[in-house]
Structures are given as C-alpha cells and as structure tokens.
C-alpha cells in the first residue's frame, strides 16, 4: 500500500518498494524507496513544497535524502497530511504498515 501511494504521489519516479525504516538506537524513523531512493525524494521534494512545514507539525528531526521522526506514526501521519490522503487511504495505509 505504501509503494502504491508514493507511486501515485510522483509518478514520474519508479516505485518498486517502500518501507518505514529506523535505527534502532536514535529512534529514527524514515520511508526508503526503491530503486533509487534519492531520486524518488528529490521529486518529491519539488512537487510538495510545503513538504517541511508540514514535517514540523510532526517533529520532523531533519532530512538529507528523506524526511526524518522520531516514530513510524509520525512518518505516516505526516505523509497523510502532505498528500492530503482521504480517511480510506489513511487507514489502509497504517493497516499495511502497521501503526
């Protein structure tokens, strides 16, 4: 579920597979993309401007390729707001990634 809507949320970058991934120990927690993780967050950086300003309602931590928080919800929420997700979409994606 989460592929599809990243794939939907730039569909000029190929999105093979996403996952939230995290540190163990700094509790750090980010989408990797593939297959070119880099990319797929530069474009979206471009098409979602406001992507940062939104990030700070939810503790965003920082960024160099990708959005960084302090938990899996916050990543989600913050992608649901910044797609502006409808409640469907909202709760699928939390089913599939587990928050």
Sequence with gaps: ????????AVPDVRVES??????FT????W?????????????FMELYP?????GFRYGLLGFKLTPV???RTKVIEWLVDVLNLT????NLLRLSVGV
């Design 1 to 8: 579920m989460l592929a599809t809507i990243l794939s939907r």
């Design 18 to 23: 996403a996952r939230v991934e995290h540190w």
């Design 26 to 29: 700094a509790k750090m927690y």
């Design 31 to 43: 989408i990797h993309v593939k297959p070119d993780h880099e990319k797929y967050w530069e474009r």
């Design 50 to 54: 406001y992507w940062r300003q939104v």
């Design 69 to 71: 928080f302090s938990s």
């Design 87 to 90: 409640q469907g979409e909202d």
